[in-house]
């Protein structure tokens, strides 16, 4: 069938350049951290979005590391709303959850460029008061205290899969230092469990087989954010894959954890390159 209506291949056209703007699927936890203007101090940040075409939905938490950097606490959950159009993205926190702080917060307005690496997707942009203050259960809407400008710089990150597992992150370490060296054992019984590290989206060791000898790294952070995968190559004989790591500064142990990893996801680690000894 031959069709000659110009209408028809009008809105073909349309159709196909409005599902290119939108290909990109924003679905997923994003994490990362914002800082405001002029701070020292910076708070972890995370958003579990769903898209529905240019649609954004989600929930968001600002999460509060100790000063021992032993716990996380959750300072405020909140709904999001907004649009994903021309890799940019837009949304107003519209619906609070929780708040920690009985003094009340003012609500932001976030916008974000959307950004691909070869290891990760990224939204960076900034979030600012969009005039509604929140207290005690109650929206002030044009509020005086949510009047004047506060910039928080955001950085969001969504890993790709490796070899197609999910990559869960567990925290975020600061590293003071472009160098990081990094220890690795099974410090349970050992079951014979194989794994390969990955930074970046490149391979630093492959097919290790952990044992009770201390695996020691040393290697160079490339950007201000890195991230470092534990991708399991075998479930040994007592699944899952489970390695004991410490990370160090130089010869000051930072922070020790275990990381387990099976066939469906890995789990990693988010390392943040501060450049205060560069």
């Not at 890993?159 to 197609?164: D, V």
Request: glycine fraction near 6%.
């Amino acid at each position: 069938m031959k069709i000659n209506n110009p209408t028809y291949y009008i809105l073909i056209l349309v159709f196909l350049f409005q599902n290119s703007i939108i290909a990109q699927d924003l679905t997923g936890l994003w994490t990362g951290y914002f800082s405001l203007e002029g701070a020292d101090r910076s708070w972890e940040f995370e958003v579990e979005m769903i898209q529905d075409r240019t649609h954004i939905k989600g929930i968001g938490k600002q999460i509060e590391i100790s000063s021992s950097e032993e716990t996380r606490n959750i300072n405020a959950t909140f709904k999001v709303a907004g649009q994903f159009y021309n890799q940019k993205l837009t949304y107003e926190m519209n619906e609070v959850i929780f708040l920690k702080s009985p003094n009340g917060q003012c609500l932001s307005r976030c916008n974000y460029r959307f950004k691909e690496t070869y290891s990760k997707y990224q939204l960076i942009g900034n979030c600012n008061r969009n005039g509604v203050f929140y207290k005690d259960k109650q929206y002030y809407i044009g509020h005086p205290a949510c009047k004047t400008p506060a910039n928080k710089k955001v950085v969001l990150s969504k890993i790709k899969k490796i070899k197609g597992r999910e990559v869960k992150l567990l925290e975020s370490i600061p590293i003071e230092s472009k160098r990081v060296k990094i220890k690795i054992w099974d410090d349970n019984k050992v079951d014979g469990d194989i794994i390969s590290i990955n930074l970046n989206g490149v391979w630093l060791v492959k097919n290790h087989r952990i044992s009770k000898r201390i695996k020691t790294m040393i290697f160079e952070l490339p950007e201000k954010e890195n991230i470092l995968v534990f991708h399991a190559e075998n479930m040994g004989s007592l699944p899952p894959n489970t390695a004991a790591i410490s990370i160090w500064n130089g010869n000051e142990r930072i922070k020790g954890l275990i990381l387990n990893s099976d066939t469906q996801t890995s789990e990693g680690i988010r390392l943040e390159r501060k450049d205060k000894t560069e």
